[in-house]
């Protein structure tokens, strides 16, 4: 095989490498849907505990932010998937093109994401003691900013982990790291990307679309 | 380069402390936790008998109540995240697993190092935290005690999360290095049943330790910023704590006890120089712990106020996992017999596995019985019951399993009168300590205290020496493999006539583990087919 460069010492052949880094990355996935899964096991219990504070409280959010920034990131998704195809085809150029709109995609989310926030820190809808402002009805709304946070916060943080990832493939894929015969990299790297806006399918209209 | 590469040993392969600081051999990497898990067990173990001597009469002794719920603290701490998790996985399962499965190395050698790192990191920080006076909550850290009191509970919590991560980089790396790059002719059901071990293992460390790792990361903000989700006094709900704490724990006491079986199964066949019985049985068993100890954290909490119809499911699931416990047991008593048994030092601790984890296994159902744990719930009869488990099981499985691969490993044979000694003084002095507290605890004698009732004090002087003389039986074991170091004799290829792949390389092994690939012509439990040499 005429990519047998790339391939370490410990591998017999390109194949192998390749779907070991697959496989390496699924399961890495897990763990990350685990490690969201005990935040929204904690938003069950309190939703069940006080679904009318729920209810009011998630009038708070900004349900138009949270649609764009939705629709912010499915783009982004595509725009990744795009980028891998690119490169599966070994046109360097398109798929850096591909990548930087990604990341531009993943900034404009955080940029609408900041807004929302520095309008809730504002008006005092702040998790648990940092919680001031009483518009809304119902027990304990001081929780569901709790929870608000930390999902949304923890979500931001993965966003943040998925641009530097995307910026580094993307300077590799620069210096022409990247072939037709050698793309691992970039798709691992767009699993996850995929997983972080699946992550944020969830948490929209369990958050801002409360019935 | 070497002049002759192909037969120098990976420890004479590019000396000197950075070539080991910046190196991706599975080998070297192995050595290098092995050496942190053993510090960490033998602060987790001066620490025990801290506890120990305060309890050897009642009353106040010779430190206060408060350093006595510290000392117990981080003794937990310390030997549950520190020593027993990474132990078998991350010092054994990493030297021998890649030779196993005949693989130059793990799938990812560079995540394997820096898995290393954030142990380090971890331990560093819990270490940190026990110099900064350390905390009194217990190891599980139930909340809103754990999120109100002074201390460094947040940088315990940080070092548990930290070193959760290092535990899923493990799992993570066995995992796809099971799947991705065993040797052609060696199959799922033609492998060691080591692997089947550390698989079914690192299915729960994928799975399971997020769950802590989001835990810790919620108590650190109910700490840092007053979320208020575990604090009933802002409408939180403290129970959610156990719960998440218990689902991540109960499956961890699998993701050390496993490993420990893992071990058991090599040795049982190997020193009986028998195929092993009931291989499938066996490897099947494995991932079914793995898959129901998922399901059985409950039993932790009966008497947390959950509903009496969650209590009774937990309670059957937890009967549930005790099924392939027992099946392991059969299978290895089933190897035994008729087997041709040497009882060098490796078998006396699988012996001794044998003995004390049905001990510790069949005390574990009086706990999973509803009604009868409402009267051990807190008692030393739960101590005794996990230590049964957890270091009459894995910690002298992992003692065993040292002295079972320390020849490949460093290329010296340990004093093997010296070893015996060793492994029969670790058996008496574990009984003497632990026996006398499942009578202590089904008599009503709590945990957690730095005194007791005058009616306990016989147990727990007998318990107090025999403490003592498990830590005089580990000062003998670790001087004698320290010798050997300095003057064992030479170890053979193949000093214990196994048939696993591990031995058909030189010892040590060369850095890229065979010179060429090596042709799989036998199983690893063929001694009926083939004649060792
Ligand atoms: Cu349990």
């Known amino acids: ?211 | 380069m070497n002049a002759n590469p192909s037969t120098v040993s990976y420890l004479e392969d590019k000396k000197g402390i950075w070539n080991w600081l910046t190196t991706v051999d599975h080998k070297k990497i192995g050595l290098m936790y092995l050496v942190l898990i053993l510090g960490s067990f033998l602060v987790g173990g001066i620490l025990a008998m801290l506890v120990r001597l305060e309890l050897i009469s009642p009353g106040e002794d010779f430190y206060s109540a408060d350093t006595y719920n510290r000392f117990f603290t981080m003794h937990g701490v310390v030997m549950i995240f520190l020593f027993i998790i990474p132990s078998i996985p991350a010092a054994l399962g990493n030297f021998v697993l890649p030779l196993m499965v005949g693989a130059k190395d793990v799938a990812f050698p560079r995540l394997n190092l820096a898995s290393w790192y954030v142990y380090v990191v971890g331990l560093l920080l819990a270490f940190w935290a026990l110099l900064y006076g350390g905390v009194d909550t217990g190891w599980t850290f139930y909340t809103p005690y754990s999120s109100e009191i002074q201390g460094p509970v947040a940088m315990i919590g940080l070092a548990v999360f930290i070193l959760g991560f290092s535990s899923i980089l493990t799992g993570l790396n066995f995992i796809v290095t099971i799947h991705k790059l065993r040797l052609p002719g060696i199959t799922w059901f033609n492998m060691p049943l080591f692997l089947w071990g550390m698989y079914a293992t690192a299915i729960i460390q994928i799975l399971a330790t997020p769950v802590i790792g989001i835990t810790m990361v919620l108590l650190l903000f109910e700490r840092l910023s007053g979320i208020g989700i575990f604090d009933p006094s802002m409408g939180g709900d403290p129970v959610l704590f156990q719960h998440f704490f218990w689902f991540y724990s109960h499956p961890a006491v699998y993701i050390m006890i496993l490993p420990a079986m893992a071990i058991v199964s090599e040795l049982i066949s190997t020193f009986s120089h028998k195929k092993i019985f009931g291989y499938k049985a066996i490897a099947y068993s494995s991932v079914a712990i793995a898959l129901i100890s998922f399901l059985v954290w409950g039993h932790h909490m009966f008497t947390s106020g959950q509903s009496r119809f969650a209590a009774m499911v937990f309670s059957f699931l937890t009967f549930g996992v005790a099924i392939p416990s027992a099946i392991k047991v059969f299978n290895w008593l089933a190897t035994l017999y008729k087997g041709s048994i040497s009882l060098e030092t490796p078998m006396l601790y699988g012996l001794s596995f044998l003995f004390l984890f049905t001990i510790g296994g069949l005390t574990g159902l009086f706990l999973g019985t509803l009604a009868v744990d409402v009267h051990l719930h807190d008692t030393y009869f739960v101590v005794a019951h996990f230590h049964y488990v957890m270091f009459g099981g894995t910690v002298v499985a992992f003692i065993g399993g040292l002295h079972y691969w320390w020849p490949k490993m460093v290329g010296k044979m340990f004093n093997e009168t010296w070893g015996k000694i060793g492994a029969v003084l670790v058996f008496l002095g574990f009984n003497f300590t632990f026996m006398p507290q499942f009578i202590a605890g089904f008599r009503g004698m709590p945990r957690r205290y730095y005194t007791y009732g005058e009616e306990f004090t016989v147990y727990n002087v007998l318990s107090s020496l025999g403490a003592f003389l498990l830590g005089i039986a580990f000062v003998i074991v670790g001087i004698n493999l320290v010798m050997s170091l300095i003057n064992g004799k030479k170890a053979s290829k193949n000093p214990w006539k196994s048939l696993s792949l591990e031995w058909e390389t030189q010892t040590p092994p060369i850095t890229e583990n065979f010179e060429v690939d090596p042709v799989i012509t036998h199983g690893p439990y063929d001694y009926d087919k083939v004649e060792v040499q």
């Open chain 1, 1 to 211: 095989m005429s990519s047998s460069f790339h391939v370490a010492h410990h591998f017999s052949d390109a194949e192998q490498q390749r779907e070991s880094a697959k496989l390496g990355m699924w399961v890495f996935l897990l763990t990350e849907i685990l490690l969201f899964g005990g935040v929204f096991v904690a938003y069950a219990v309190f939703r069940v505990w006080y679904p009318d504070m729920f209810y009011n409280a998630h009038k708070a959010l900004d349900v138009t932010m949270g649609t764009v920034n939705t629709a912010v990131l499915i783009v982004s998704s595509l725009t990744v998937a795009l980028g891998i195809r690119e490169i599966q085809l070994g046109r360097q150029k398109q798929c850096t093109r591909y990548l930087l709109a990604t990341i531009v995609l993943a900034c404009v989310f955080l940029v609408i994401k900041y807004f929302e926030y520095a309008h809730k820190i504002h008006l005092g809808q702040l998790p648990g003691k940092f919680y001031t402002f009483d518009g809304i009805a119902g027990t304990n709304p001081h929780v569901f900013f709790s929870i608000y946070f930390l999902l949304t916060g923890i979500h931001a943080f993965h966003i943040l982990i998925g641009i530097s990832l995307l910026t580094w493939v993307m300077i590799k894929n620069m210096k022409g790291h990247f072939s037709a015969q050698y793309f691992t990299p970039v798709e691992i790297t767009g699993l996850y990307w995929h997983l972080v806006d699946l992550i944020w399918i969830f948490l929209f209209p369990l958050l801002y679309l409360i019935g």
